[in-house]
């Protein structure tokens, strides 16, 4: 079982900048993914970002040139750094977490989802 803990978002004007970050803990043997997704009021949860372990990052069209996912593999912590932050990026924030290898994928968790309001 893999435990993840997740930073508290907030409120943010439009234009502005904020840092998630998820920290994972557990029995935790390799993370193969780790990422970003989120849900708006009334829509389905989507990706936002992900990051595989050597491998290429990947972004919505959406949040491409204003959100950088990275992680700390010794920290077992992914961030999302969130630039020029428009009103429709607010939605509920959650972190997931894919163990396993490229070869041979494990259990996928989800963090506790954290609020995001870009609002003036």
């Known amino acids: 079982q893999a435990q993840l803990a997740e930073s508290w978002g907030g409120l943010v004007q439009p234009g502005g900048l904020l840092r998630l970050s998820c920290a994972a803990s557990?029995?935790?043997?390799?993370?193969?993914?780790m990422g970003w997704y989120r849900q708006a009021p009334g829509k389905q949860r989507e990706l936002v970002a992900t990051?595989?372990?050597?491998?290429?990052?990947n972004y919505a069209d959406s949040v491409k040139g204003r959100f950088t996912i990275s992680r700390d593999n010794a920290k077992n912590t992914v961030y999302l750094h969130m630039n020029s932050l428009k009103p429709e990026d607010t939605a509920v924030y959650y972190c997931?977490?894919?163990?396993?290898?490229?070869?041979?994928?494990?259990?996928?968790?989800w963090g506790q989802g954290t609020q995001v309001t870009v609002s003036s």
């Open positions: 997931n977490v894919e163990l396993g290898t490229a070869a041979s994928l494990g259990p996928n968790y």
């Open positions: 557990g029995s935790i043997f390799c993370i193969y993914r």
């Open positions: 990051v595989p372990r050597g491998g290429s990052t």
